[in-house]
């Protein structure tokens, strides 16, 4: 299983969603990456995503997006394949 990574805060719910279904999926460890902790890791994720808001969702190199992605991945069948690569 590829590793997954996810740029985060401690309170955002669609993070907690994200990680929910990622679990449900049998991933058993998200790398968090914190940006409310670590400021200049907002920045990181902004040049790596052009995004501004978290959830930012890695799985292995390939980034999925935000929960909406992840879940819209989820419903076409298509997360699972990803988390097989």
């Known amino acids: 299983m590829p590793n997954v990574s996810m740029y ?3 309170v955002c719910p ?6 929910r279904l990622l679990q449900r999926k049998g991933v058993s460890e ?5 940006v409310d902790v670590e400021p200049g890791k ?8 052009g995004r501004r808001t978290v ?3 890695y799985i292995g190199d390939f980034h999925v997006g ?10 076409e069948g298509k997360l699972d394949e990803l988390l097989k690569a």
């Open 55 to 57: 959830p930012q969702i």
């Open 8 to 10: 985060c805060t401690g």
């Open 14 to 19: 669609y993070c907690t969603m994200a990680e």
């Open 66 to 75: 935000g929960f909406d992605d992840l879940s819209e991945l989820d419903v």
């Open 30 to 34: 998200v790398t968090k990456i914190r």
């Open 42 to 49: 907002r920045e990181e994720m902004m040049e790596r995503t």
